[in-house]
C-alpha cells in the first residue's frame, strides 16, 4: 500500500509517500480502508524530532476516516462496510483526568493514518456522523477531540460565560469556536490577521483582536468585560496579554507549547481572582464519543481549508508550513 512515511527525525529530506507492506488485523483488531485524513502541527514537529517519545521509522498522521474491510479474530461490534472514523490515540487508560504510561497517539509510536490502509483495535472505531463526508470526519479526531476535552471537561465550560480562544484559524482553536458557540457562550478570539478574524466572526465569534498588535493587552478586558474560560496553545505570548482581563474564578486551559515554553505572569493575578491554569491533552474514549455526539446534535463540521492526494502528501505538509492560515488539510486516498 501507499503510506506517507518518515524515514528519520532530520527534516523534510527524510519524508516520503512509498509503498509499505499492507497491515492485517489481529486479534481484537480491525482494518480500515482510509478514505481521508487530516495533517496537525504534530506531524511538522515529529519531522524534526521535536515531539516526546520519538520513534521512527513511522507511517505519519493520526487522523482518520474510512471503510472497514477486514475484521480479526474475536471482534464484534464491527462489520466489513462499516463507514467509520477513528479514536487518533491507543492505551488511555481508566483514569478520565490523565492518560496511562503506555498512552500514544496513531501516527508514532503507532502506525498512522496517512496511508491506504490503517489496523486499529476495534474500541476506536466510532460511528462516521451521516452529514459529513469522509473528508470532513477524517478532519475531525485530533483537534476536534483536544478542543473539545479542554473546553468542557477540563474548563468545564457553561452556556452564558465568556471565552477568549487564542489564535483561531488552528484547528484545535477553530473547533473550539464551533463547540463554545454551539453551547452558547460568548466567544472572542485573537487572530494573525483581519481576514483570520473576519472568518472568525461569520462563525459567530462576538469581537476579536489581532495577536500581532503589542497593544492587544490593554483592549482585552475591555472588549471582553471578563474572561471566565481561556483556550490557549501557545501561552508563552499570549498569557501575559490577557490574564489582568480574566474573572475571578476563571479557567485557564492549556493544551500546547506552539509558540515556547517559557511564560511569564504575576502570580497575584492568578490567586487573587481564585482562577486556575490546567493542562489538557488530547481526550479519552469518552472524551470522543462525547465530542461526535455534540457534533452531530449541532451539525458542526470542520472547516477544511485544502484537500491533496495521497501521491501529495509531502506537498501537504509543507502547505501546513508554509501557507495554512485557517481551518484543516486533509489528504485524501
Not at 106 to 118: D, R, S
Not at 135 to 146: D, F, S, Y
Not at 297 to 317: D, G, N, Q, S
Amino acid at each position: 500500500m501507499k503510506a506517507l512515511y518518515l524515514d528519520q527525525a532530520d527534516g523534510f529530506d527524510s519524508v516520503s509517500v512509498r509503498d509499505v507492506p499492507t497491515p492485517t488485523a489481529g486479534t481484537g483488531e480491525v482494518r480500515v480502508a482510509l478514505k481521508a485524513a487530516s495533517l496537525n502541527h504534530r506531524e511538522l514537529f515529529i519531522v524534526h524530532g521535536q515531539y516526546p517519545g520519538m520513534t521512527v521509522p513511522t507511517i505519519m498522521g493520526c487522523d482518520g476516516a474510512g471503510i472497514v474491510d477486514q475484521v480479526g479474530e474475536g471482534v464484534t461490534g464491527a462489520k466489513v462496510g462499516d463507514e467509520v472514523v477513528l479514536y487518533p490515540a491507543r492505551n488511555w487508560g481508566a483514569d478520565r483526568h490523565a492518560p496511562a504510561a503506555d498512552f500514544g497517539l496513531l501516527g508514532m509510536p503507532f502506525p498512522g493514518t496517512i496511508a491506504e490502509h490503517v489496523c486499529v483495535p476495534v474500541d476506536n472505531l466510532a460511528s462516521k456522523p451521516a452529514f459529513m463526508s469522509f473528508e470532513e470526519a477524517g478532519a475531525m479526531p485530533l483537534t476536534a477531540l483536544t478542543s473539545w476535552r479542554a473546553l468542557m471537561f477540563k474548563g468545564r465550560l457553561k452556556a452564558g460565560e465568556t471565552v477568549l480562544i487564542s489564535g483561531v484559524g488552528g484547528g484545535v482553536a477553530t473547533f473550539g469556536l464551533a463547540f463554545a458557540v454551539a453551547k452558547g457562550a460568548n466567544v472572542y478570539v485573537t487572530g494573525e490577521s483581519e481576514e483570520v478574524l473576519k472568518r472568525a466572526y461569520d462563525m459567530g465569534a462576538k469581537g476579536g483582536l489581532l495577536f500581532t498588535d503589542p497593544e492587544w493587552r490593554r483592549q482585552i478586558g475591555k472588549l471582553t468585560g471578563g474572561v471566565d474560560v481561556v483556550l490557549d496553545g501557545a501561552p508563552s505570548p499570549s498569557l501575559p496579554n490577557y490574564i489582568r482581563a480574566i474573572n475571578p474564578g476563571a479557567r485557564i486551559v492549556i493544551y500546547g507549547s506552539t509558540a515556547g515554553n517559557d511564560v511569564k505572569f504575576n502570580a497575584t493575578d492568578l490567586f487573587l481572582k481564585s482562577a486556575s491554569i490546567v493542562g489538557s491533552q488530547v481526550g479519552d474514549p469518552q472524551d470522543f464519543k462525547d465530542m461526535l455526539a455534540f457534533a452531530r446534535e449541532h451539525k458542526i463540521k470542520p472547516v477544511i481549508e485544502r484537500t491533496f492526494p495521497l501521491a501529495e502528501a509531502k506537498e501537504a505538509l509543507l502547505h501546513l508550513r508554509d501557507a495554512h492560515s485557517f481551518g484543516k488539510t486533509v489528504v485524501v486516498m
